[in-house]
């Protein structure tokens, strides 16, 4: 998922579980319609485990915490269960451990969603989902939300009491506004402790873990990278750019394809490139008419591409280590500049490869085209580490031309 989409669940009783390179603490908190809790009842961590419809579940220090939610047990006032994540070591922030939220579903384990928040810097604790009604239907949107004073703030953001020591007993939220802005609840000043308040939360003591790799994500992490070869992406699902802990790629070249649905009919497509930087600032666009941005660092091919990656109609050519630094954000889009739908096209797919070894690293194929004329196909984003993660986007969009991509590609970053 990307920052601010959301999806409908097929399933009402769902498991989100929270993994990063840093153990965490996970909660939810149940909110009613005003964006507030009951009581300190509804929010739900580790020293209180469960409440009406949503559960935490512990990893035991092997695997994800999760929250668990029963849709169908959730009280009918309660508009929405907000998941939250905060690193377990007092003052550390998510720079560089960027956390990774995998819906599924609760029974099987299948993988519905995953969403990893962009951009991350000063934040201590974050919204990463939250799972809310429409109508008669439950839905998850990818939130992204930091706060920069820990889980104390997000739970008195959201209308919890917390006990605090005197010197922070007068400190109120402080969100860190996201790159796609979310708004937070209105900050709520702690009141003064009561029989229903609780002590901010203390992680009880736990036998010492070994240290994670930082490129070796936790157990039923959503986001996965190239150690095992190539990847067949799925849309929404994101591979990280990197083997073995090491940066793998200097220059790729993102190939699309696509085929006429019906013979006899030519489809003029064509595929472009468009560069953001922080706060999705429109940088510069990448397509036939303008072969190259970014000093050099984005290349198009051209139409027809012969020889070498015969198959792919367009090719462009990223060379990572000449992005500038004020680029964080690349998304590759195709539009029918003469109007047809995609409903008549067939086979469209994109595919990153390696362009020192000719090696296809990862593939998306697009199916169930709708009637539009333009499509976001996939974006490659810079995470504060310095790695490059691809996700599969596949979101038609009505455009015919790059500059009419622009827009709906940033709202989708």
């Not at 860190?176 to 609840?185: E, R």
Request: with cysteine; net charge negative.
């Amino acid at each position: 998922m990307t920052q601010g989409s959301n999806i409908p669940l097929s399933t009402a009783h769902v498991a989100v579980d929270v993994a990063a390179p840093v153990r965490l603490d996970v909660s939810g908190l149940l909110l009613t319609a005003d964006g507030k809790v009951r009581s300190d009842d509804d929010f739900i961590f580790y020293n209180q485990p469960t409440g009406p419809g949503v559960t935490y579940r512990s990893g035991g220090g092997t695997a994800p915490d999760a929250i668990v939610v029963d849709t169908a047990a959730v009280p009918a006032d309660i508009e929405k269960i907000v998941v939250t994540a905060s690193p377990d070591a007092q003052g550390q922030t998510f720079q560089g451990i960027e956390p990774t939220a995998t819906v599924r579903e609760a029974t099987g384990g299948a993988e519905l969603a995953s969403f990893t928040p962009p951009q991350l810097s000063a934040e201590t604790a974050l919204v990463i989902v939250e799972i809310y009604r429409r109508g008669d239907a439950w839905k998850v949107r990818a939130v992204g939300q930091g706060y920069a004073n820990g889980l104390a703030g997000i739970a008195t953001d959201f209308g919890v009491s917390v006990e605090e020591p005197a010197a922070q007993a007068a400190a109120v939220a402080a969100p860190v506004p996201p790159s796609a802005p979310v708004a937070p609840s209105a900050p709520v000043t702690p009141s003064a402790p009561a029989p229903s308040s609780f002590a901010a939360p203390v992680q009880p003591p736990a036998p010492p873990a070994p240290p994670a790799a930082p490129s070796a994500p936790a157990p039923g992490a959503g986001k996965i990278n190239l150690d095992k070869g190539r990847v067949s992406l799925q849309k929404n699902q994101t591979v990280s750019l990197v083997k073995g802990g090491r940066a793998l790629l200097s220059k790729v070249r993102m190939g699309l394809g696509w085929e006429p649905a019906f013979h006899g009919k030519d489809i003029d497509l064509d595929a472009s490139v468009i560069a953001y930087g922080p706060d999705r600032k429109h940088l510069d666009s990448c397509y036939f008419g303008k072969l190259s941005i970014l000093g050099g660092a984005v290349k198009h091919s051209g139409d027809n591409l012969t020889g070498e990656g015969a198959g792919d109609d367009e090719v462009i050519v990223v060379d990572l280590g000449r992005v500038p630094p004020e680029a964080t954000a690349l998304v590759f889009t195709v539009n029918s500049f003469t109007g047809q739908k995609f409903t008549e096209v067939a086979k469209a797919y994109c595919r990153l490869i390696d362009d020192a070894t000719d090696e296809e690293l990862v593939r998306f194929d697009l199916t169930g085209a709708e009637p539009q004329t333009g499509v976001l196909m996939a974006k490659l984003i810079k995470q504060f580490s310095g790695e490059w993660e691809m996700t599969a986007m596949g979101e038609f969009v009505k455009a015919k031309t790059v500059r009419n991509m622009v827009k709906p590609a940033a709202q989708a970053l």
